[in-house]
């Protein structure tokens, strides 16, 4: 007989959409297969997930660019699902009906600095939600699988409940977007009286946009051209900066200007020299955009106004559960486009050819989730 916590009807099969390797969104096709998941352990969930978003690493990831993509693996990280099955050392205190958010991350090693101060995004020995590994318990050495599937099986520690009131089919971007956008505008104390600079209007600006705003910021989103300031507007940016093929010239009026600029874009290098006139005294850019090429400057503006030239990633557990709060405070909605699952393909096309206003959710109607 199965103890009543762990039990289920539910018996799920887990399939998911994978490549062969690293893919050419432009002609290669992921396709649906059965896969092995994790061997269970006692503090994991299975979750069965109705909404999933995509974002640019998954993009990354999947082309092969942050490192050899394997084959058989499933990416997406803003997974939202319905809990179908819990151990007996559950943790986040997880029932089984319950809807909860898969990020980035799916484990980490719990005894390391990082770990024990709450940073857990910074684990070294991290398992991430995709092209990763895991690596405590019986699950030791099984490849993490990530939500362009049906079901999802982890830690429960990194499962993080959604409350009440917030709209789940608009969720999932929050889960790696929003927490990314959210962390460093918290950590660098965003609010009222600071004046904030988003660069690209994508997935992850728009988030940050509706953020800063939420926090009391003047906000100001930074775009390659002019084609997203009435959007941008509508999400609350206070101003619109394009900035063309003439980054002086697009910036003249904004020398010193800002307390602290995210940059989300991704292009292969970025030249933050032309952005550093932007920023006040103690002012903060912080990149969260994988700019694969190495950024140089001169130290002499940073030396001139204490400027701090910093990066982030993702948000620990608590960072999210906490994002959730304010989310439900505030709410905030991130925009999102939503695709049957099975269209997936299609969605990966056009994400690549820059067309989401601003994310989309991929959804698995079948089980539950509404398009
Ligand atoms: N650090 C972290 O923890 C973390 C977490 C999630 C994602 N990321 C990374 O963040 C980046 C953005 O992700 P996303 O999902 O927001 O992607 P996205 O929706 O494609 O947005 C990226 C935006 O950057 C601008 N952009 C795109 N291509 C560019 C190019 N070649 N040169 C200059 N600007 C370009 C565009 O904005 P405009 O059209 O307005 O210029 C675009 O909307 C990706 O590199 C992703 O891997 C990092
Ligand atoms: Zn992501
Ligand atoms: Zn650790």
Excluded at 102 to 116: F, K, M, N, P, W
Aim: charged share 25%; proline share 5%; net charge neutral.
């Amino acid at each position: 007989m199965t103890s009543a916590h762990n039990h289920t009807h539910d018996k799920p099969v887990y399939k998911g959409w994978t490549g062969s390797g690293a893919v050419d969104l432009a002609k290669d096709q992921l396709v649906e297969k059965e896969f092995e998941v994790k061997p269970w352990d006692e503090d994991d969930v299975e979750v069965k997930v109705l909404y999933c978003g995509v974002c640019g690493t998954d993009i990354m990831a999947l082309e092969g660019l942050e490192g050899p993509a394997p084959p058989n693996s499933i990416c997406g990280h803003e997974i939202i699902g319905q809990v179908v099955k819990v151990g007996s050392k559950v943790e986040n205190n997880l029932k089984v009906g319950q809807h909860v958010g898969i990020g980035y991350e799916s484990d980490s090693c719990r005894e390391c600095d990082a770990c024990l101060r709450g940073q857990e995004q910074a684990c070294a020995n991290m398992t991430r939600t995709f092209f990763s590994k895991f690596r405590r318990g019986n699950g030791t050495g099984a490849p993490s699988q990530g939500g362009f599937a049906k079901y999802w099986r982890g830690p429960s520690k990194f499962a993080i409940p959604i409350p009440d009131g917030v709209d789940l089919s608009v969720a999932g971007p929050l889960m790696c977007g929003g927490v990314t956008m959210y962390s460093p505008l918290k950590r660098w104390n965003v609010g009222p009286g600071k004046r904030v600079g988003i660069i690209g209007v994508g997935g992850l600006g728009h988030m940050g946009v509706l953020f800063a705003k939420a926090m009391g910021a003047e906000v100001t989103a930074i775009s390659r051209s002019g084609s997203k300031k009435e959007d941008a507007e509508k999400l609350g940016a206070d101003r619109y900066i394009a900035t063309g093929d003439d980054i002086g010239k697009a910036f003249k009026e904004y020398g010193r200007y800002f307390d602290m600029v995210i940059c989300t874009s991704n292009p292969k290098s970025f030249p933050i020299q032309d952005y550093l006139p932007i920023l006040n005294v103690e002012g903060v850019f912080c990149f969260i955009g994988l700019i694969v090429n190495p950024i140089t400057t001169s130290i002499f503006p940073l030396i001139e106004r204490n400027l701090i030239i910093t990066a982030s990633a993702v948000g620990s557990p608590s960072v999210i559960a906490e994002m959730f709060n304010f989310v439900k405070e505030k709410q905030i909605k991130p925009w999102v486009q939503k695709f049957d699952m099975d269209d997936i393909n299609r969605a990966l096309t056009s994400f690549k050819k820059g067309d989401p206003r601003y994310r989309y959710v991929l959804v698995n109607t079948d089980n539950g989730g509404e398009l």
